[in-house]
């Protein structure tokens, strides 16, 4: 088999198995506990957070551990929304993992929010003078992700969150995608949160934090034990820090050679599927995009049949995000774009990671031409 689709999840790294497998055996403890067990439990917790607040330059209170990508983006939009009320205005892109389009939503109906989605161009960008057109001064909330999980466009965060703190609002990016590929540097980048999920830097599913700068108020989703400094109870996970931790640090330490050798691998099998589907259109920025991403679209096919016709192959891939399969809609994400729901619909996205090969690479893009070709000839008959 070959698994072209990292950007829905990665393989479990060893070193992360390893490092969590203490704390589901005999170091079990429950890190609010005061005895032994529970004292070596919040040792960990806390040497699991140091170690992703290197990684993102903050401080180790400002990570609060979650249960992946999805709680992250709630907890930042609806937390930082509703406990920061200098106005009741959230700006959001088009293209935002549903995490945060949803999230957003919610505010508007349950909460009395105005919602604005900012235009992206042909690419999917959010321009700075796209923000400065619907930002005002009620906006309390800026979101928009650092890097975009179907079409792989990065965003210009820094200077988004530039035009966010001069009007006074907060900016919060999704790094869910980029993590692993391009710096997390909460200075850098210029935001005040930022959300991140373990499955995809080689951690288990069902880990991830959320880092908020500072000692911003935090209204919690979640109620209860007031764990997370009161910013997210329940009771840690705390196997699942120390194994998030660990493969983030891990893919930190690799970033630079990992996008290096990834890159190469992704414009040679751009090359190939140009030659082997000369009308296959590629989405999302030219050269500002993910590494790893490649995605297309195949005029006078169907994603979805297409995707079966691959798999045959032994090839895995996906029609654009793996939280939206099985949906008959056309990619939000595409649409914005502008273009028609019909193209949308031909869709497929191929994400290449750490373990790709470029042998991999060769048979997957002469899969690619056979299964458009397949896809054609019964949509001619």
């Not at 999704?174 to 991140?196: E, I, R, Y």
């Not at 329940?234 to 699942?240: P, R």
Request: proline share 5%; hydrophobic share 45%; net charge negative.
């Amino acid at each position: 088999m070959i698994f072209l689709d990292h950007a829905a999840t990665t393989p479990v790294r060893r070193e992360a198995l390893e490092a969590m497998w203490p704390y589901l055996t005999g170091a079990f403890g429950n890190p609010s506990s005061h005895h032994g067990l529970g004292d070596e439990a919040a040792r960990a917790l806390a040497s699991a957070r140091a170690e992703v607040a290197a990684v993102v330059g903050c401080r180790p209170g400002d990570v609060v551990f979650t249960s992946g990508g999805t709680e992250a983006d709630n907890l930042a939009v609806k937390g930082l929304a509703l406990a920061n009320p200098r106005g009741r205005h959230v700006v959001v892109s088009p293209i935002e993992h549903e995490a945060v389009l949803e999230a957003a939503d919610a505010l508007v109906r349950l909460h009395g929010f105005e919602l604005s989605r900012v235009a992206v161009d042909e690419h999917g960008v959010v321009t700075p003078e796209a923000l400065g057109r619907v930002i005002r001064p009620d906006t309390t909330l800026v979101s928009v992700q650092l890097a975009n999980n179907e079409i792989g466009t990065v965003q210009p965060i820094a200077e988004l969150a530039a035009i966010a703190h001069a009007s006074g609002a907060l900016m919060h990016t999704d790094a869910v995608q980029a993590a692993g590929w391009l710096p997390l540097s909460l200075d850098a980048l210029g935001v005040d949160a930022l959300s991140l999920a373990g499955h995809k830097v080689g951690a288990p599913k069902g880990t991830g934090a959320l880092i908020v700068r500072g000692r911003l108020p935090l209204e919690p989703v979640l109620h209860g034990g007031g764990q997370e400094r009161g910013r997210r109870s329940g009771t840690e996970n705390v196997a699942g820090a120390v194994a998030f931790a660990t493969a983030l640090r891990l893919a930190e330490a690799e970033r630079a050679d990992a996008a290096a050798r990834v890159g190469t691998l992704a414009a040679r099998f751009r090359d190939l599927v140009a030659e082997a589907v000369p009308d296959a259109v590629l989405t999302g920025h030219p050269v500002d995009r993910l590494p790893g991403t490649v995605s297309y679209v195949f005029p006078g096919t169907s994603g979805e049949a297409v995707l079966l016709e691959l798999e045959r192959r032994d090839v895995v891939c996906s029609s654009g995000s793996a939280c939206a399969a099985g949906s008959d809609e056309p990619s939000h994400v595409l649409t914005a774009l502008g273009m028609p729901a019909e193209l949308a619909q031909t869709a497929v996205r191929f994400t290449l990671g750490a373990t790709t090969t470029a042998d991999e690479v060769e048979a997957a893009a002469a899969s690619v031409g056979e299964a458009v070709s397949a896809v054609r000839g019964i949509v001619r008959s």
